[in-house]
């Protein structure tokens, strides 16, 4: 997609964009293979894909908003995306 366009992959092996994946691959292609997820946003309401990976054991790192702060909980570790 047009983020993806927007990286230059020079250097960056373990890097992959993924397009759509459907729901019944998504254990297997994403999170078998995700060792941390960052969540950066400055405005998530509420953070559905940060609790799909904790509930599959991936580590969530996530802006401090005040959804990601409800739905990850103490569970979520929180960094200011400026820092």
Do not use: K
Request: contains cysteine; glycine residues 14%; negative net charge.
């Amino acid at each position: 997609g047009a983020y993806g366009e927007q990286v230059d992959y020079d250097g960056l092996d373990n890097v992959e964009v993924l397009a759509q994946v459907p729901g019944e691959e998504m254990a297997e292609r994403v999170y078998g293979r995700t060792r941390v997820l960052l969540m950066p946003s400055s405005d998530e309401s509420w953070g559905r894909a940060g609790c799909e990976a904790l509930a599959s054991g991936i580590p969530v790192v996530a802006h401090p908003t005040p959804g990601l702060c409800e739905s990850l909980g103490e569970a979520g570790v929180f960094v200011d995306r400026n820092d």
